[in-house]
Nanobody, 121 residues
């Protein structure tokens, strides 16, 4: 059984910073791309950032220059450093990962439970 557990969300003032973490656990053979999505009330879920197993990154235009995605492969963990936060960044943030399980051929997408980020004016 593979799980993704997120942490680091909370309440912060505009201009502040937060660092989100997401650790994968279980009988994992390998992890491919990892990423972060977010969903604000009444809005569709949107892609925030992705990172490949080789470290290549992509960001939504709305967060470029402010957010940084990174990973520690030895810990099966992906991070999202969020700086210069704005009220419009308020959302539930979800971690996702492409994971190959022990004894199973191919990768499947897994999702974390989500963590709330609230940015006050």
């Amino acid at each position: 059984q593979v799980q993704l557990v997120e942490s680091g969300g909370g309440l912060v003032q505009a201009g502040g910073s937060l660092r989100l973490s997401c650790a994968a656990s279980g009988k994992i053979f390998s992890i491919g791309a990892m990423g972060w999505y977010r969903q604000a009330p009444g809005q569709q879920r949107e892609l925030v950032a992705t990172i490949t197993s080789g470290g290549s990154t992509n960001y939504a235009d709305s967060v470029k220059g402010r957010f940084t995605i990174s990973r520690e492969n030895a810990k099966n963990t992906v991070y999202l450093q969020m700086n210069s936060l704005k009220p419009e960044d308020t959302a539930v943030y979800y971690c996702t990962a492409e994971i190959s399980r022990v004894g199973i051929v191919g990768k499947l997408d897994y999702w974390g439970q989500g963590t709330q980020v609230t940015v006050s004016s």
